[in-house]
C-alpha cells in the first residue's frame, strides 16, 4: 500500500508531454500554435485536478490528514510552549491524582482478596446492641459448627502475643491462634511442609505451628529444612509444620508471624460467657448471607435460651470477609475518589477554558480557511487533532504523576496500619489502573475536542473575517467561558468545604478531651516470661525495681504500668455487677485495666474523689478499685461511689473490690468513640505479666527512650521491650488519628489545587475579557468615565461569577458533605463556620484574582486603547 | 478544421471498460497516453470520448497491477513521452475482458432486441 514508485512530478511531466503531443497534432490538423495550446488545455480539462487524484489514489486520506494535522498541532503547541505546558501540567495532575486514587479503590475494593472463591467467605461472628461484631466463645463456636447448615466449614481465629526465646534473648512476637480448618477455609496451602492434621487442634493436641513467609524468611533465612526446628515460645517448644506461601495475608491477624492451632485453653477461654474468638465461614454453594444469617440467628438465641445467657442480647451476625477487612476504608476511599474526579473535572475545564481561548484568538485563522473552501468537517478534524495530541500528552504525563503518588501514598500508611491492609501491595499500574486511565485520558481527550467544536459550530465565517478589525469581545466566549468558570468555582468551592469539614474533624479529633496530659510521656510495652516470673511476689518486686530503677533515672519524674495504654480501645472489659443490688442480669460492660500505684499520678490523671492506689494494695490487703466519672455517674448516679462494692468474675474467680477513688475519664477508647466506664484495679493485686510503662519526663521524651530500653535491660536482659514510643506519637499513630489525618490532608490537597486552578480560571476569564473590551473601556474612558466606574465594572463581572460559584458551590457542598457525614467527627455537614470561612476564602481569592485585570483595564489610556487598532 | 463531433453526440465510456480499451489499444504496439486517447476517440468514430485525466489514472491503475509497462521515449515528431506496452499478464487479461465483454453484450442485445417494452409497441 505505501509502495508509491512513481513521484507526482513524473505524472505532471506525463501530462505536459500529452499537452504538447495533442498540440502538435492540432498544429498538424491546422491550427496556430497559441489555438492548438488553448485546444488541448480545454480538451484535457481540469490538469490540476488529475494531478489531485493521481496523487490521492489508494492513499488513506484521512491518515494523510492526520499526520498533517498532527504536524501542524505540534507546532502549535511549540509555538506556544507557555501554553502547552500549563495544559498539560493542569491535565497530568488532574489525571494524575485520580488515576493513583483509583489504584487504591481498585486494590481495596476492586480486586477479590487473594483466597479460594473469596465471595464465599464470611465473616460469621455473634452481634450486639454495642456492637455488631461481637466475638464468639469457644463453645459458642463448637456448637454453632455442629448445629449449622449453611457453612461448608467454620473456623476461628483469635491474635495472640507470645514471647520469642531464641539465641538473641526475648523478643515479643505476634501470632495468631487458628482452628484446625481455618487455612482450608480460606483456601491456602502451606507452601512447605503441611497443614494442620485434623487431630492437632483438640485440646491437648501437640504444640505445632505454621510461619509467614516473611518470618521463614527473615528468621530462619528462608532455609527447607526449618520444617521441623522448634520455637520456643512463651518457654514451651513448637514444632515447625509448614511455612505459608509468600502471597497469604490475612488482614485481621496483622502480621501475625506464628499460626499456632487452638489447642489450650485459658479457664476464661473454656467459659461460654468469654467472647474472644473471631469466625471465618465459607458459605455452601448456592447459600446467600442472608440464608446464612437467618439460620445462625435462631441457633444463637436457641443456646442463650439453653444455657441461660442473660443480660446480654446476642444475635449473629454473618457479613463477607471483604466487607470486614475493607469496610473502614471504603467511605474514605470512595470519598478521595469523589474529590480526584472532581480534581478532574476542575483541570479539565480549566484546560477547555484555555483551549477555547486560543481557538478565540484562531477565529480569523478558521474563517480564512473556512472562506477558502476547508469544510467545517475539516476545520474540526484539526481542532479535534489538537484536543487528542494535548490530551495524550496530558495522559502520558499524568500516569508518570500517577506512578509517583501511589508510591508516596503508600509509604505515607504507617507499618503498623498497613499490615492490616494488604491490598496496599497491589496499589500499582495495573490492568485495571490502564483501563481506568484509558477511559480517563479518552474523557479528557474527548472534552477537550469538543470544546472547540462546540465553538465552530457558533462561528459565522463573516463575523471571524470582520472580527480583527473590530474590538468587542465575542459574547460566544463571554457566555460559555463564564459558565465554565462558575463550573470551576462550584467545584472549588466543593472541595474546599470537604477539606474543611474534615480538618475541623481532625481538629476536634485531636483535641478531644483525654482526661490526662499526654505530653512527655515515655511508654513501651514489656513483657516477663511467666516461667520465670511466676509468684506473686515475684512480679511485684519485678514492679517495684522497675519503677525504683526507672524513677532514679535522671530527666524521670514518675513511673508507673498499665495492663493497656490510653487511647487504644474499648477492649480488655469487664462484666461487672453490684453487691447488694439486685442483678437481673444486666449486662454492666466496662474497659478494665490493671495499673500501677505510680500510673495514673504518671498520667496526671485527675482525682475526683477519695485516693489514688498505693504500695499497700497488695495481695494482702483487701482489693480496691478506682472507677473513671462515666461509671460514677452510670451506676452511682446520686451516691458517692467510694466505699462502694463492684463484682466481677477475676481470672474465673468471683472477686469484690472496694471503690477508693475517683478518676477524671481517661480516653481508653479510640479517640473517635464516647468514653466508656472504666475499673482501674491494683496490678499489684491482679498480676500482670505483660504491661506498658509509662514515664513521666521532664525533658524531651523520645530521647530518653533508649535509656529506658537499656535499664530495663539491666534488670532482666530477658524482659521482651517493645513499641518504646512517646504518648503523643502512639496516640497520633492511633486508626482514627491517622484515618481523619490521612483523608482530611488528600482532600485538603485537592482543595487547594481546585482553589488555585479556579481562581486562575476566573482570572483568565476577567482578563481575557478584558483584553477584549480594551477599545470599549477606551470609548467610555474618552467620554468621561471615571477610573473608579472601570474598576466597577469589571469587578461587577467577577463578583458576579463569583457569586454564582459560591451560591451554587455552598449548595452543592452541602450535599456532598452529608455524603460524608461518615467521616466527620464533632461537625454537622452544613457547619456554619466551615462554609463561610470557605465563602470567605474563595470570595477573597477571586476579588484579588479580579483586581489585577480591573487594575490594567483601569489604567488603560483611551487614546492608546482607540488607536491601538 | 479538427475532426470534432458535437460533444453532445459523444457517450461517456462505460465504468470499467476504459481499462479493456487501453489493453486493445496497446495490442497494436507500445503508445503513449495522447496517442491512446486519439486512437480510442478515432476507432470509435468519435464516439467515444476519454476524459484524459480518467486516462492517466487507469494507465497509471494498469501499470500498479502490471498489465502494462511504461517506459519514457521519444515520440515520432522527437517530444518527450512515456510510452505503454502490455505485458504477458495483460494479454491474457486481454482476452479474459474481451470474452467476458462479448458475453456482456450477447445477454444485454438478447434482452434489449428480444422482448422489446410494451411502451415502445404502442410508439
Redesign the interface.
Given at each position: 500500500m505505501f509502495k508509491r514508485t512513481?513521484s507526482t512530478d513524473d505524472?505532471a511531466?506525463?501530462?505536459k508531454?500529452?499537452l504538447?503531443?495533442?498540440a502538435?497534432?492540432?498544429q498538424l490538423?491546422?491550427?496556430t500554435e497559441d489555438e492548438a495550446r488553448r485546444?488541448a488545455h480545454i480538451?484535457?480539462?481540469?490538469?490540476g485536478?488529475?494531478q489531485e487524484?493521481?496523487y490521492l489514489?489508494d492513499r488513506m486520506v484521512w491518515f494523510d490528514n492526520l499526520l498533517r494535522d498532527i504536524r501542524f498541532a505540534i507546532r502549535q503547541l511549540t509555538k506556544n510552549p507557555g501554553f502547552a505546558t500549563t495544559a498539560i501540567l493542569v491535565l497530568a495532575l488532574g489525571i494524575g491524582v485520580s488515576v493513583a486514587i483509583f489504584g487504591f479503590v481498585d486494590a481495596a475494593l476492586l480486586e477479590p482478596l487473594p483466597y479460594t472463591n473469596p465471595s464465599q467467605l464470611m465473616s460469621v461472628n455473634e452481634s450486639s446492641v454495642e456492637s455488631p461484631r461481637w466475638p464468639l466463645s469457644y463453645p459458642d463456636y463448637l456448637d454453632w459448627q455442629r448445629m449449622n447448615h449453611s457453612f461448608s466449614s467454620l473456623d476461628v481465629y483469635s491474635g495472640a502475643g507470645y514471647i520469642l526465646n531464641n539465641s538473641s534473648g526475648a523478643e515479643p512476637v505476634q501470632a495468631e491462634r487458628v482452628s484446625g480448618g481455618f487455612f482450608q477455609t480460606l483456601g491456602i496451602h502451606p507452601m512447605l511442609g503441611r497443614d494442620f492434621y485434623p487431630g492437632e487442634n483438640r485440646p491437648g493436641g501437640p504444640n505445632v505451628l505454621l510461619l509467614s513467609y516473611g518470618t521463614w524468611f527473615h528468621r530462619f533465612g528462608a532455609r527447607r529444612d526449618a520444617i521441623g526446628q522448634t520455637v520456643d515460645l512463651d518457654g514451651r517448644a513448637f514444632t515447625i509444620i509448614g511455612v505459608l506461601p509468600h502471597t497469604f495475608s490475612f488482614a485481621p491477624g496483622g502480621s501475625a508471624e506464628f499460626w499456632v492451632p487452638i489447642n489450650s485453653f485459658s479457664d476464661h477461654e473454656k467459659k461460654r460467657t468469654f467472647y474472644t474468638f473471631l469466625g471465618i465461614g465459607r458459605l455452601r454453594p448456592g447459600v446467600t448471607a442472608q440464608a446464612a444469617l437467618a439460620e445462625m440467628n435462631p441457633i444463637a438465641k436457641q443456646l442463650q435460651l439453653q444455657y441461660g445467657i442473660t443480660g446480654l442480647d446476642l444475635t449473629a451476625s454473618v457479613v463477607p470477609l471483604s466487607e470486614m477487612i475493607v469496610g473502614d476504608v471504603r467511605p474514605i476511599l470512595l470519598t478521595l475518589l469523589s474529590g480526584a474526579l472532581l480534581l478532574l473535572l476542575i483541570a479539565c475545564v480549566n484546560v477547555g477554558s484555555l483551549v477555547l481561548v486560543r481557538s478565540e484568538s484562531r477565529r480569523r485563522e478558521v474563517a480564512v480557511r473556512g472562506a477558502l473552501g476547508a469544510t467545517p468537517a475539516r476545520l474540526a478534524e484539526q481542532f479535534v487533532t489538537e484536543g487528542l495530541l494535548l490530551g495524550l500528552l496530558g495522559s502520558l504525563a499524568g500516569m508518570m504523576v500517577a506512578a509517583g503518588i501511589m508510591r508516596l501514598l503508600g509509604s505515607l500508611v504507617p507499618k503498623g496500619m498497613a499490615s492490616n491492609m494488604p491490598f496496599l501491595g497491589s496499589v500499582g499500574l495495573n490492568a485495571h489502573t490502564a483501563v481506568f486511565a484509558a477511559a480517563v485520558a479518552m474523557l479528557v481527550v474527548l472534552s477537550l475536542a469538543a470544546t472547540p467544536m462546540l465553538r465552530l459550530l457558533f462561528l459565522e465565517v463573516h463575523e471571524g473575517m470582520a472580527d480583527g478589525d473590530r474590538g468587542s469581545g465575542s459574547r460566544f466566549w463571554r457566555r460559555l467561558g463564564a459558565n465554565l468558570v462558575v463550573v470551576e468555582l462550584v467545584i472549588a468551592v466543593v472541595l474546599l468545604a470537604g477539606a474543611g469539614l474534615l480538618g475541623r474533624s481532625l481538629y476536634r479529633l485531636l483535641h478531644v478531651p483525654l482526661g490526662f496530659d499526654p505530653s512527655h510521656l515515655a511508654t513501651m510495652s514489656v513483657m516477663a516470661l511467666d516461667t520465670v516470673y511466676k509468684s506473686d511476689e515475684q512480679v511485684i518486686g519485678l514492679y517495684r525495681e522497675i519503677v525504683r530503677r526507672v524513677s532514679s533515672l535522671p530527666g524521670v519524674q514518675t513511673a508507673g504500668m498499665t495492663s493497656m495504654l490510653p487511647v487504644q480501645c474499648n477492649c480488655a472489659t469487664d462484666r461487672i455487677h453490684f453487691p447488694g443490688r439486685p442483678d437481673h442480669g444486666e449486662h454492666n460492660e466496662v474497659d478494665e485495666r490493671h495499673v500501677s500505684p505510680g500510673y495514673l499520678p504518671a498520667l496526671r490523671a485527675a482525682l475526683v474523689r477519695g485516693r489514688y492506689f498505693t504500695e499497700a494494695d497488695d495481695p494482702s490487703h483487701p482489693r480496691v478499685a478506682i472507677i473513671n466519672q462515666v461509671l460514677a455517674r452510670k451506676y452511682f448516679p446520686n451516691e458517692d461511689p467510694v466505699g462502694q462494692r463492684i463484682a466481677n468474675d477475676e481470672s474465673g474467680r468471683p472477686s469484690v473490690w472496694e471503690i477508693v477513688g475517683v478518676v477524671d475519664d481517661v480516653r481508653e477508647g479510640a479517640l473517635d468513640v464516647e468514653a466508656w466506664p472504666a475499673e482501674y484495679f491494683p496490678i499489684n493485686q491482679t498480676r500482670q505479666n505483660n504491661f506498658s510503662l509509662v514515664v513521666r519526663t521532664s525533658q524531651d521524651e523520645g530521647s530518653m527512650l533508649p535509656r529506658l530500653v537499656n535499664t530495663l535491660h539491666q534488670i532482666d536482659s530477658n524482659l521482651a521491650v517493645s513499641d518504646e514510643t512517646t504518648m503523643t506519637e502512639k496516640i497520633d499513630a492511633t486508626q482514627a488519628a491517622l484515618l481523619h489525618r490521612f483523608s482530611a490532608l488528600l482532600v485538603g490537597g485537592f482543595a487547594a489545587i481546585a482553589l488555585i486552578l479556579g481562581v486562575v480560571g476566573l482570572y483568565g476569564v476577567i482578563a481575557y475579557s478584558m483584553s477584549q473590551r480594551t477599545r470599549e473601556i477606551g470609548v467610555r474612558m474618552a467620554l468621561g468615565a471615571q477610573r473608579s466606574s472601570v474598576y466597577a465594572l469589571v469587578m461587577r463581572q467577577a463578583g458576579w461569577l463569583t457569586a454564582t460559584g459560591l451560591a451554587i458551590g455552598l449548595v452543592c457542598s452541602i450535599g456532598s458533605s452529608l455524603l460524608i457525614r461518615s467521616l466527620l467527627f464533632g461537625v454537622e455537614a452544613w457547619d456554619a463556620v466551615t462554609l463561610s470561612l470557605v465563602a470567605f476564602l474563595l470570595g477573597f481569592a477571586s476579588m484579588a484574582a479580579s483586581f489585577l485585570p480591573a487594575h490594567r483595564a483601569a489604567s488603560v489610556n483611551p487614546v492608546e486603547a482607540l488607536r491601538a487598532e | 478544421?479538427?475532426?470534432q463531433k458535437n460533444p453532445d453526440d459523444r457517450i461517456a465510456l462505460l465504468q470499467g471498460t476504459l481499462d479493456l480499451l487501453i489493453l486493445k489499444t496497446l495490442v497494436l504496439g507500445p503508445c503513449?497516453?495522447?496517442?491512446v486517447?486519439?486512437s480510442i476517440q478515432r476507432r470509435s468514430e468519435e464516439v467515444f470520448f476519454v476524459?484524459?485525466?480518467s486516462l492517466?489514472?487507469a494507465l497509471?491503475?494498469l501499470e500498479d497491477k502490471k498489465w502494462i509497462s511504461a517506459k519514457w521515449g521519444v515520440?515520432e515528431?522527437n517530444?518527450?513521452?512515456?510510452f505503454y506496452s502490455l505485458t504477458a499478464k495483460g494479454r491474457e487479461q486481454l482476452v479474459e475482458k474481451t470474452s467476458e465483454w462479448e458475453r456482456l453484450t450477447r445477454a444485454m442485445g438478447l434482452i434489449l432486441g428480444s422482448s422489446p417494452g410494451p411502451s415502445s409497441e404502442e410508439a
Open positions: 512513481r505524472f511531466e506525463e501530462i508531454a500529452h504538447e503531443l495533442e502538435d497534432e492540432l490538423e491546422g491550427l485546444r480538451a484535457f480539462g481540469n490538469v485536478a488529475a487524484r493521481f489514489r | 478544421m479538427p475532426s503513449h497516453g495522447q496517442g486517447a486519439r476524459d484524459h485525466g492517466y489514472l497509471q491503475r515520440s515528431n517530444r518527450k513521452a512515456r
